[in-house]
């Protein structure tokens, strides 16, 4: 796997270039207020608009947002039409936004349980903002990291060695991926819990996780510059010695 692009800033503390969030929280941050789980749902379209415009403004040149879990589809079938329908709303109408701002879009997971029109969408997103450079906003809908691993280890060619970057261009592949965004440096899960509910497993291996206590719709960029700071202040070793021991 290609090694991580951090920018270092004048302080010499580094910065993540690759941030992946779990955005949890919607159906509670809903349920506190009296409203139905979907209300949750649209307000957290709301933050992702604010996060992305955010990290559009800052160092990250990598954002991959769990939107929808392989595990998802076990939700009553209200709520996965309900986010479903959102999904496309939201591609369709943040397309000419992320053109404007020279975001890339694309989306990671699995193509053949989600309907024609929302592929449709996704393909007529990836299209218009191909050429964007200055931050890649990756969704990830249908995806499942263990199944991502399990279906690219059956795609590995069979009788030769496999090497780790050879196994993530299969991980890419089968996620419909460039394989360009990498390991993730910093990995963000709001709502409270402390898991990786089959995100992002393999490209996690040595990312820095931060736990919001927030619901995902409160999360504000205070919060996401926070979880930045805290990244910077970790002593990343990836199973050497810190700089400071090294001496
Ligand atoms: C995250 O919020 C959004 C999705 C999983 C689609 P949840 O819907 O899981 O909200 P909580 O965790 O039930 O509050
Ligand atoms: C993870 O949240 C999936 C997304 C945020 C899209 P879940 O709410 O589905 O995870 P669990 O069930 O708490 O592990
Ligand atoms: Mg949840």
Redesign the pocket.
Known sequence: MSPTSFQVSADNRRYPGHVAI???GNGRWANQRGKPRTAGHLAGAKTVREIVEHARRSSVRCLTL????S??WSRPKDEVDALMRLFRRHLAAETPKCVENDIRMSVVGRRDRISPELCHAIRAAEEATIDCESLHLRL?VDYSARDTMVRAAAAAPVGSPLSRDAFAELLAEVNHDDGSAGDVDLLIRT?G?Q?L?D?LLWECAYAELVFSRRMWPEFGTADFDAAVEDFRARDRRFGGLSKARMG
């Open positions: 779990i955005m949890d769990y939107a929808f879990s595990d998802n990830a709502g819990e898991r509910s995100f």
